[in-house]
């Protein structure tokens, strides 16, 4: 494991007040993962065996669980990380266009990130609001009933 992979000691006690929040400390898992993954970027196998370690799991049981959630990046992605939903109502009102879209104009494709490591993009099922299709995500602000026009103003802001 690198050397200067590590939690702080703020960032450990915040993990040990999370386990206590469970009846078995392992079900901290995922928000233990969050919390990785906000300070790394990405869960690289160091970042997950350093989960294992500090929540005492077998490697294979973090590996499996970061890898079966599509939240959790196992690559690195962009400092911007879009996710456009085109589940059934999305699609139906013009999210995969708004997918080609942003594909397009980044020339990147799904789970990909540019040269400069700015954007990513990610198609992603469903985000949990239907009325509000359209639906993108950049990081984690959430933007309803977009138009093409409106997400490149979105992207136009970003700094």
Not at 53 to 74: C, D, I, Q, S
Not at 90 to 105: A, D, P, S, W, Y
Not at 124 to 150: H, K, L, Q, R, S
Request: proline content about 4%; charged content about 25%; hydrophobic content about 40%.
């Amino acid at each position: 494991m690198e050397q200067t992979l590590h939690f702080t000691d703020q960032e450990l006690a915040e993990i040990e007040r999370l386990k206590k929040l469970y009846p078995e400390p392992k079900a901290a898992l995922m928000p233990v993962l969050w919390m990785a993954q906000k300070k790394w970027g990405w869960l690289s196998e160091d970042v997950m065996r350093l989960v294992a370690e500090v929540m005492n799991l077998p490697y294979a049981h973090v590996m499996g669980v970061a890898r079966f959630y599509t939240m959790y990046f196992k690559k690195p992605m962009g400092k911007y990380h879009i996710q456009v939903c085109t589940n059934i109502s999305c699609m139906l009102r013009g999210g995969e266009e708004i997918f080609r879209h942003v594909c397009t104009k980044l020339g990147i494709g799904n789970n990909e990130r540019t040269s400069d490591g700015r954007f990513s993009v990610e198609e992603v099922e469903c985000m949990g609001a239907c009325g509000g299709a359209p639906m993108i995500a950049i990081n984690e602000d959430y933007y309803e009933n977009v138009t093409i026009e409106e997400v490149d103003r979105l992207l136009a802001t970003l700094p």
